[in-house]
């Protein structure tokens, strides 16, 4: 059916992929592409595709087109040009929900530095009285390392699921990255873990050098 309410038949000669039409935002969904000459449009659109290293593409474009029609108006635009406008509010929430994962991230960093080096602070008198009985420092360490990250993985081991399931409501606004990004994970599991190491060193430092004679005296 044209654009008079008429009913037309058309003969298929190819099939194409789904595309976006209106926003990078909304679902792929079939189109019909119509021959110039049987569906005249004054804003007729050519996109062509290069490996972005010819500069004279648009120039050559043109030349190509005016050896067809000496007469015929061209307007020459880059495809981050053309999509600037209609990206507008896809950056908008990309720039606050970034914002507010950035300060989330931090708030976590200091939560769980915080967390762990009161943690392994209270054990203090534990440590000198295992090194009292014989334990190893680095028995002790890697006995401490496993205690302060221990809630940390297992923290990670839910919270990261559940990540991904929020960001996949975010699907509409995410370009070029998946809401199960691999790298985008292995980062924000990677900085908490660190922080979790970092928040062990001093109390780990502190509560191995303790003379286990005076802990004892104090027990």
Do not use: N
Not at 91 to 106: D, P, R, S, W
Not at 133 to 139: D, P, S
């Amino acid at each position: 059916m044209d654009r008079a309410g008429r009913e037309r038949q058309a003969t298929v000669v190819g099939v194409v992929g789904d595309v976006k039409v209106q926003t990078m935002g909304e679902p792929p969904r079939p189109v019909l592409y119509l021959p110039f000459g049987q569906w005249y449009r004054a804003d007729m659109v050519l996109h062509v595709r290069t490996d972005g290293r010819t500069p004279d593409v648009g120039r050559d474009v043109v030349r190509a087109m005016r050896s067809i029609e000496p007469d015929l108006a061209v307007d020459v635009q880059s495809m981050t040009h053309a999509t600037a406008f209609s990206l507008i509010p896809l950056q908008v929430a990309a720039t606050v929900l970034g914002f507010a994962g950035a300060v989330g991230l931090t708030l976590a960093i200091l939560g769980v530095f915080g967390l762990v080096a009161y943690a392994v602070s209270l054990r203090t008198r534990e440590i000198g009285s295992r090194m009292a009985l014989g334990a190893q420092q680095t028995a002790l360490a890697r006995f401490i390392a496993w205690e302060g990250l221990r809630p940390v993985a297992i923290g990670l081991g839910a919270g990261l699921p559940a990540a991904v399931g929020a960001a996949s409501l975010l699907r509409g606004i995410l370009i070029g990255v998946g809401p199960a990004d691999p790298v985008v994970l292995a980062f924000v599991a990677t900085t908490l873990l660190a922080s979790a190491g970092a928040a062990m060193l001093a109390p780990v430092r502190r509560a191995v050098s303790v003379d286990p004679a005076t802990v004892l005296r104090q027990e």
